[in-house]
């Protein structure tokens, strides 16, 4: 199967700087899922840019 980073990245909200999963969302799932917390873009963007992505954080804005 073919990487499609480059169409992930057209959509992607994060904005966390530097880091090297952006667009490769099978790694960025990875890693927040192993930390107990969700990515970026399961959140809004004001909320997206505290950079909390735990699942709390993800409750709060949703409920
Ligand atoms: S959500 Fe996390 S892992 Fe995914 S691109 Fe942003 S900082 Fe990287």
Redo the contacts with the bound molecule.
């Keep these: 199967m073919e990487c499609k980073k480059e169409g992930n990245l057209e959509e ?1 909200n ?1 904005s ?1 700087p530097g ?5 490769l969302c099978c ?2 799932v990875k ?2 899922r192993e930390r107990g917390e969700l ?3 399961f959140f809004s963007e004001k909320a997206e840019k505290s ?1 909390d ?1 735990s699942i709390a954080r993800f409750v709060e804005e949703n409920s």
Excluded at 19 to 23: E, P
């Design positions: 992607c994060c966390y880091c090297s999963r952006k667009g790694e960025c890693h927040h990515p970026a873009c950079y992505r």
